[in-house]
């Protein structure tokens, strides 16, 4: 089983590029030139904005994968060494904390007890790493933060 969480979103930046070429030809016309390079910007900001709030991000790089030993964490790009890998008998504890258009979902390990490591980007990647690891909800430990509440299964 493989749950996947907002990939990396490489073609940004080719769409950026295109973006800013156009722009460039628009204003190097002058007069009515000029005005269709700002409402292209616009436009532009306009759908960046509206991307960003559907939970579209550069920063959002992880895959997390689910497998009958454990989770695996891939990033993009792939760092140098393997990918991370936590064996289910191992994950202590999940937290999701709310963030501007999505939750981040993170793992604290029993090897690892003070630190806790992102592993994906939903509250649901959340609810099955902890049915599966045996973790119950914590209702005591749910804190409420600016965004909304964060949420733990110990």
Same mark, same amino acid.
């Given at each position: 089983m493989t749950h996947k969480t907002n990939l990396y979103a490489g073609w940004w930046v080719y769409a950026g590029l295109a973006g800013l070429g156009a722009l460039l030809l628009l204003a190097s016309f002058g007069g009515a030139g000029l005005w269709l390079a700002a409402l292209l910007l616009a436009g532009g900001a306009v759908a960046a904005f509206a991307a960003w709030r559907g939970g579209f991000s550069p920063r959002r790089q992880l895959i997390a994968e689910l497998s009958e030993r454990g989770l695996h964490? @891939? %990033?993009?790009? #792939?760092?140098?060494?393997?990918?991370?890998f936590y064996p289910w008998r191992q994950i202590k504890s999940v937290r999701v904390l709310p963030r501007p258009g999505y939750w981040q979902t993170a793992i604290q390990t029993v090897d690892e007890p003070d630190r806790w490591q992102i592993v994906g980007h939903s509250l649901e990647l959340a609810e099955q790493i902890?049915?599966?690891?045996?973790?119950?909800?914590?209702? @005591? %430990?749910?804190? #409420?933060?600016?965004?909304?509440?964060?949420?733990?299964?110990?």
């Amino acid at each position: 089983m493989t749950h996947k969480t907002n990939l990396y979103a490489g073609w940004w930046v080719y769409a950026g590029l295109a973006g800013l070429g156009a722009l460039l030809l628009l204003a190097s016309f002058g007069g009515a030139g000029l005005w269709l390079a700002a409402l292209l910007l616009a436009g532009g900001a306009v759908a960046a904005f509206a991307a960003w709030r559907g939970g579209f991000s550069p920063r959002r790089q992880l895959i997390a994968e689910l497998s009958e030993r454990g989770l695996h964490v @891939h %990033s993009h790009p #792939p760092p140098a060494s393997a990918p991370p890998f936590y064996p289910w008998r191992q994950i202590k504890s999940v937290r999701v904390l709310p963030r501007p258009g999505y939750w981040q979902t993170a793992i604290q390990t029993v090897d690892e007890p003070d630190r806790w490591q992102i592993v994906g980007h939903s509250l649901e990647l959340a609810e099955q790493i902890a049915e599966i690891a045996g973790l119950a909800y914590d209702e @005591h %430990s749910k804190r #409420p933060t600016p965004l909304g509440h964060e949420h733990y299964w110990r």
